[in-house]
């Protein structure tokens, strides 16, 4: 069994002057649910479209299921559903009709799970796609990777744009499909409290560089805002990682990254006061890791 | 898979093939509209009678010619709409994928082909031809056929190709047009796009079979 499902190194793309991915290396664990995040134009969709041999990188190297990208690509392709950030079925199929071409293309394409789930998302088979709500596109694209029984899901915004009664049932049957098997799950998304429910690992990414890449509870528990006094000028070698830090009128405030209780000596030892400890949730962390990654802290 | 490529590329290409084929039928028929019984008319009307079939035959190449480049561009329309995502997360070669495309634009492309191999062999039994002049509807039909599917071809090549490609096709007829004006420009008695033209258009070149005369008879 392999270790990585994904596993990038040194990835590099450039598709024009303005944007770069540079050096991406990523590792999503066999099984995990990995939430890939990054604000607008971090450089997501870039990522997932290399990894699924859409774009050539022009430098690094692509694993995914242990088979290289592009040499073995109708392999991996073939062990992976895919459901990308903007809609892409053929608008003039009905409904019945993209499940015959679509499950046509896979050897273990479920027919059973695909007319069940047909039937639970309430989609009528005799419909033409180009006159579905944005909710049951939606639904139908969930519908088709998850009848393909694949071993990797890439969802690229699968939830974007949908409202709360559909993103709820899109989720569910993601996670009923994960509960059944190993799958394993990269779901891209800039909507941080919905990876922060149902994902295990987190990768973020920020103008095409990945800034962060640890399981979720590290990220939860040991993310935290201190609000100091007398906080040191120069920083050597600290216990936790310092993400930012930012003047205030009265005191600093630093936001730091594996954060122990016991690490307030330390700051007795450079002098400094601890006023006071905050947790951050994933979304005040994402925010200020970003912004930390943008800004040099010392 | 290929069936299900069939079926989804039907679609888009069903009105284009409908109309097409009932151009494709009517022009062989029309050819003999003013046509009758023949075999005892003297010269001066059977002349007459040839230069109006052959009016109505001229037509056919133009119909050939919209067969391959309204099918060309259609087979790959959908695609194209998606900006190929779909058809590049599909667990199949590319090579197959185009195969398969190019497979069932081909076949659609046949059906006006076949309507009007159909129709030519109709408007020959209607006409008793005077001795010296024969009818060809195979030899029409299959002509019509392989100028659509050229056509067809070199629009399937070009609507499917990447950017750069088109980006290569493009710079490449702009290099000549230009060429061609700073050759006026110097005075020089040459012209890089009529050149090519001539080899594309006369025999051995893949346009030649759109170039010349089309008879549905003649001697």
Request: hydrophobic fraction near 50%; include cysteine.
């Amino acid at each position: 069994m392999i270790a990585h499902a994904i596993e990038t190194h040194e990835l590099c793309y450039r598709p024009g002057p303005g944007f770069e991915l540079r050096d991406v290396s990523l590792k999503v664990r066999q099984g995990a649910i990995y939430g890939f995040l990054g604000p607008n134009g971090a450089g997501k969709t870039t990522t997932i479209q290399l990894l699924l041999g859409l774009l050539r990188p022009q430098g690094g190297s692509i694993s995914v299921l242990g088979r290289q990208v592009p040499r073995e690509l109708p392999r991996i392709l073939g062990a992976t559903g895919y459901i990308p950030e903007r809609p892409h079925l053929y608008p003039f199929l009905t409904v019945a009709q993209s499940i015959r071409f679509h499950g046509a293309f896979y050897r273990g394409f479920d027919w059973a799970y695909a007319e069940e789930l047909r039937r639970g998302f309430d989609l009528r088979g005799e419909a033409k796609l180009a006159r579905l709500s944005k909710g049951e596109m939606g639904k139908l694209h969930v519908l088709l990777v998850l009848a393909q029984r694949p071993e990797l899901l890439v969802l690229d915004e699968p939830t974007d744009g949908l409202d709360p009664v559909v993103r709820r049932d899109v989720l569910s049957a993601l996670l009923d499909f994960c509960s059944q098997g190993a799958a394993t799950i990269l779901i891209s998304s800039h909507l941080v409290h919905e990876l922060e429910r149902i994902c295990d690992w987190i990768g973020v990414l920020d103008r095409g560089r990945l800034v962060a890449e640890l399981p979720m509870h590290a990220f939860k528990n040991g993310i935290k805002r201190i609000r100091l006094d007398h906080a040191p000028s120069l920083i050597g070698d600290t216990p936790f990682l310092l993400v930012s830090r930012q003047q205030t009128a009265l005191d600093q405030l630093w936001v730091v990254r594996g954060w122990q209780p016991t690490m307030v000596q330390w700051f007795q030892g450079v002098g400094a006061e601890v006023k006071e400890i905050v947790d951050l949730d994933l979304e005040e962390g994402f925010v200020e890791m970003l912004r930390g990654a943008r800004t040099p802290t010392s | 898979m290929f069936k299900q490529v069939l079926v989804a590329q039907w679609q888009t290409s069903k009105l284009a093939v409908g109309l097409l084929t009932l151009l494709s039928f009517c022009l062989p028929l029309l050819a003999v509209l003013y046509g009758g019984d023949l075999a005892g008319a003297g010269r001066e009307r059977v002349g007459d009678w040839l230069v109006a079939a052959d009016r109505v035959a001229q037509f056919l190449p133009f119909v050939a010619m919209l067969v391959g480049l309204l099918l060309g561009t259609l087979t790959w329309s959908a695609d194209l709409a998606g900006r190929h995502v779909y058809a590049l997360s599909l667990p199949v070669p590319r090579a197959l994928y185009v195969s398969m495309r190019f497979g069932a634009g081909a076949l659609f492309a046949t059906i006006p082909g076949a309507a009007m191999g159909l129709s030519s062999g109709i408007a020959t039994l209607t006409v008793a031809l005077p001795p010296g002049i024969h009818a060809y509807p195979v030899e029409l039909a299959l002509r019509f056929w392989l100028a659509s599917l050229t056509v067809f071809a070199i629009i399937f090549a070009i609507a499917g190709a990447s950017r750069r490609g088109q980006v290569i096709t493009i710079s490449v007829i702009g290099a000549a047009v230009t060429l061609d004006v700073v050759f006026l420009l110097f005075g020089v008695d040459y012209s890089v796009t009529a050149e090519a033209l001539l080899l594309l258009t006369n025999w051995p070149g893949p346009l030649s079979l759109l170039t010349g005369r089309w008879a549905l008879f003649d001697v």
